[in-house]
């Protein structure tokens, strides 16, 4: 199993607690202004609206919620607005992060990102200096006791997906990142309930770190992840199973 596998896992399993939390809606809800800011209000003819339309769902959010998002996207509701960015940084052990933020204060995100990576063994970086490690995927989540492996397996593919991999108690199926929407579309047709629906980047190559190192980057990605600007955190570390299983 490989380490940004393992870390998603991990992601999942805390996922389901943060769930409840009032950050994750928040996050989606940016999401849902800034596509229907960029492509329109219309899911059907905005792929990116769709698939936060889709990422709502999964997360159970209440469908006024999601109305009001958009609206305040297209300009039918005053909202905020928000700019997107992606900072990258060098974590603890030699790894490298992307951090896609959706803020309405560049300055002020900036500058909040640089104190808590200090803080925590790490610091932003110039851009370009290590997104080249990462290419972008699409990237959905499936509850193992929703389907077995080989129907999952045979689904995916005849939908477009590139790969099914094994995540503990989840499927990741892996799309080319212009396919997401379509394999999305495919799978909901034949009636597969996924969790999670989200177009990120994922690490050509990995760095392994031993358990304090882990420990610390995922401390940092914690206090990353809880700030408000930030929607995403990428990593390309590679955590051994032993020391992910204590962490976990």
């Not at 889709?54 to 919620?65: G, I, L, R, S, V």
């Not at 960015?85 to 790894?95: D, F, L, Q, V």
């Not at 309930?193 to 420990?215: C, H, R, S, W, Y």
Request: some cysteine; aromatic content about 4%; proline content about 2%.
């Amino acid at each position: 199993m490989s380490g940004h596998n393992k870390w998603s896992t991990i992601k999942h399993k805390k996922g389901a607690a943060d769930a409840k939390r009032s950050k994750v809606f928040t996050k989606i809800i940016k999401e849902l202004t800034i596509a229907a800011k960029l492509g329109g209000g219309d899911p059907e003819g905005n792929p990116r609206l769709r698939t936060a339309v889709a990422q709502a769902k999964a997360a159970n959010m209440p469908k006024d919620n999601v109305t009001n998002a958009i609206k305040k996207g297209t300009g039918e509701l005053e909202g905020v607005t928000y700019e997107e960015a992606m900072y990258e940084a060098y974590g603890p052990g030699g790894s490298a992060l992307c951090i896609e933020v959706l803020t309405d204060n560049k300055n002020r995100t900036v500058a909040e990102l640089r104190h808590m990576l200090s803080k925590h063994g790490g610091s932003l970086a110039e851009s370009g200096s290590v997104s080249w490690q990462f290419e972008r995927k699409g990237r959905i989540l499936v509850e193992k006791e929703k389907i077995g492996e080989d129907a999952l397996m045979e689904m995916a593919l005849d939908c477009g997906a590139d790969d099914v991999q094994d995540a503990d108690d989840v499927w990741e199926i892996y799309t080319a990142s212009g396919e997401l929407e379509n394999v999305r579309g495919a799978l909901e047709a034949k009636g597969l309930e996924m969790t999670e629906i989200k177009l990120g980047l994922f690490p050509k190559t990995t760095v392994t770190l031993d358990e304090k190192k882990a420990e610390s980057i995922l401390r940092l990605i914690d206090v990353i992840e809880d700030n408000d600007d930030v929607q995403n955190v990428f990593g390309n570390f590679d955590i051994p199973d032993e020391v992910a299983e204590k962490l976990a």
